[in-house]
């Protein structure tokens, strides 16, 4: 296992307002809430910002010491683990997955509603798997293989055929801001899922539905900030993913245009609430951090990401990485789904051990917490929270 950890620099204090135990963390750590200048923040690009996290690093061997340990211990556990517990068993989601598509198929040929809202509900679950599980996570974390070219092949196939995304943009905007820089206020903050203009009912339960079709226009968006030669390869490759789909549903199903478009539609929107709720929910709401002054790796991972409960449907089409194994996917980025499940019970130890956070809470417990805050949450600029580590 190739584990890259990128180390993150200790905070430095500077006179905080507001002093608040976080849960679960013991008597080891406390967060200081400081409102941060949003102007400031606004005016700084995501170029200063890293080179003023990058002045900001220093060594911490408290922490470091602690990530290392972790580290090896993962390590151990992934070299004793066969192929099968490494890749064969996501693998083999995959594989049924791809199975459910000409059933799918096969059920929208019939004159019969109810087959035809199966076929839909089987591509929708297909299409999940293929986007988020296989695109969203392990193929842009080069998790669904060890060799690099087939790493490249699956990222193209998943990220941009399946999920109409450059893989590119994906890499950039998901694995190197957002698990770089987790809850780093200005870069990966998860401010990308706002949509402040929207009320809450309509961004909860009506926005995702829309999904499919921004999806769309932000790839092609991504796409014309490219170079001119990966843009116009990664191009034809969203646009053959596309034409793909929908000629075998005229072709294959027998679908009408309009038809083939609506299910298109209909699958491809068939789990965008819960898409959505999962991604604001592991992340906002939990601290956030100013680019001078942030937690080491191990510290800003158990603080700021949470895990839900196991759910069959979300666990089999979102990946284990994206609901139950959150914390273990931020801190280990190159496990996949399956390992990722499988070292949860070593890293909750540990953390819990050294009076680190460990965040779990329920989807409806989370989601009654947003709909009951929504603006402090979604609306408002976040409190900024600084570590004071007590030895």
Aim: proline letters at 5%; a neutral charge; charged letters at 15%.
């Amino acid at each position: 296992m190739e584990e890259e950890v990128e180390e993150l620099s200790p905070n430095q204090i500077n006179g905080p307002s507001k002093v608040e135990v976080i849960p679960g963390s013991g008597q080891s750590s406390v967060i200081h809430r400081t409102l941060g200048d949003k102007q400031d923040s606004a005016n700084c690009g995501k170029d200063s910002v890293k080179d003023q996290l990058s002045k900001s690093e220093s060594t911490d061997g408290g922490e470091g010491r602690r990530m290392r340990e972790l580290s090896q211990m993962v390590q151990g556990v992934w070299k004793t683990s066969s192929w099968w517990e490494r890749y064969g068993i996501d693998w083999m989601i995959i594989g049924l997955a791809s199975c459910l598509l000409p059933i799918g198929f096969l059920c929208l040929r019939s004159q019969s509603l109810f087959l035809c809202a199966l076929g839909t509900v089987l591509h929708g679950l297909a299409y999940f798997v293929f986007t988020v599980k296989g695109g969203g996570h392990m193929a842009s974390h080069r998790t669904l293989c060890q060799s690099r070219t087939w790493g490249k092949f699956w990222a193209t196939f998943f990220v941009e055929v399946c999920s109409c995304v450059p893989a590119q943009a994906g890499e950039e905007g998901h694995v190197k801001l957002h698990h770089g820089y987790t809850n780093i206020i200005g870069l990966g903050d998860s401010s990308i899922w706002k949509a402040p203009y929207l009320s809450c009912l309509i961004y909860m339960f009506v926005a995702p539905l829309a999904l499919p079709i921004l999806t769309v226009f932000v790839g092609f968006k991504y796409v014309t900030q490219m170079p001119l030669v990966p843009g116009l390869r990664s191009l034809f490759w969203m646009i053959f993913g596309l034409c793909s789909h929908f000629h075998l549903l005229v072709h294959v199903s027998g679908l009408g245009y309009s038809s083939a478009l609506g299910c298109m539609y209909l699958s491809r929107a068939l789990l965008a609430v819960p898409f959505i709720h999962v991604n604001i929910f592991q992340h906002i709401g939990l601290p956030m951090f100013s680019a001078s002054n942030r937690p080491r790796r191990l510290q800003l991972m158990t603080n700021a990401v949470l895990n839900l409960p196991r759910n069959p449907i979300l666990d089999w089409t979102f990946g284990h990485s994206i609901i139950s194994c959150h914390i273990e996917h931020h801190l280990f980025p190159h496990l996949s789904d399956h390992m990722c499940l499988k070292v949860k019970p070593l890293v909750s130890k540990y953390v819990h051990d050294h009076n680190l956070p460990y965040h779990e809470d329920t989807y409806m417990s989370r989601l009654h917490l947003f709909l009951s805050n929504y603006k402090e949450l979604m609306v408002l600029a976040p409190p900024i929270a600084q570590l004071v580590e007590f030895h």
